[in-house]
Every structure is written in C-alpha cells, then in structure tokens.
Nanobody, 125 residues
Framework: QVQLVESGGGSVQAGGSLRVSCAAS????????MGWFRQAPGKEREGVAA???????GYADSVKGRFTLSQDNAKKILYLQMNSLKPDDTGMYYC???????????????????WGQGTQVTVSS
C-alpha cells in the first residue's frame, strides 16, 4: 500500500515562496506518476503539476513559470517549489500517485490511485 505524506505548507504574503514536500512509502516504481493538486474552499480540486510516467513534467497554466517540481528518487520525495505566490494559490495541497499518467492525463483526478492528507497553503495579500 502506497502512503503519501505532505509537509511544508504554511502562511506567506503575496510574492513570497514556499516549498511543499511529499514523502512516498510502500511500493512505488520508476514508472509511477506523481503530482500535486490543490483545492480552495468552495472550489473543485485541480491539478497543479506532475511528473508523468514518461518523466516529463506538466504544469497548470496558472502556475507555469512560478512553480517547479523536483524529485529525490532515492528518498522517494516529491517537492513543489512555489515562488511569486498569489492569494489565488491559497488552498489545501494534496500529493497524489498513479500507476500511469502522461502529458494528456496528469491533471485528471480519476487517474490517481493514492492521495495524501494534504497540507494547507495560505497566501495573504
């Protein structure tokens, strides 16, 4: 059973930076897809960024140029560096893992088999 544990959320002013981390345990393979989603109050959960099974990265248009994914394969940790944060970035950030995803499917919720509990990110203006 794969377990995902997020950390690193917090509160920051607009323009600031945060890095959230996702530690994976249990069985994972090099072909797994791992990504970040977020959900603001009253809104649907949306894909933020992911590393696909083909080792490419996908980003939501709203975060391109500001957020960067990286991965420590040895430690099975996925990082999301978030710069130039905006109040619209506020929400609960969830880590997710899938057996497979590609550039066309990484942002689809139903693709993912495992989810973390989430870490809160709050950006004030």
């Amino acid at each position: 059973q794969v377990q995902l544990v997020e950390s690193g959320g917090g509160s920051v002013q607009a323009g600031g930076s945060l890095r959230v981390s996702c530690a994976a345990s249990g069985y994972t393979s090099s072909s797994d897809c791992m990504g970040w989603f977020r959900q603001a109050p009253g809104k649907e959960r949306e894909g933020v960024a992911a590393i696909t099974s083909h080792r490419s990265t996908g980003y939501a248009d709203s975060v391109k140029g500001r957020f960067t994914l990286s991965q420590d394969n040895a430690k099975k940790i996925l990082y999301l560096q978030m710069n130039s944060l905006k109040p619209d970035d506020t929400g609960m950030y969830y880590c997710a893992a899938a057996v497979y995803c590609d550039s066309g499917s990484w942002s689809l919720l139903h693709v993912y088999n495992y989810w973390g509990q989430g870490t809160q990110v709050t950006v004030s203006s």
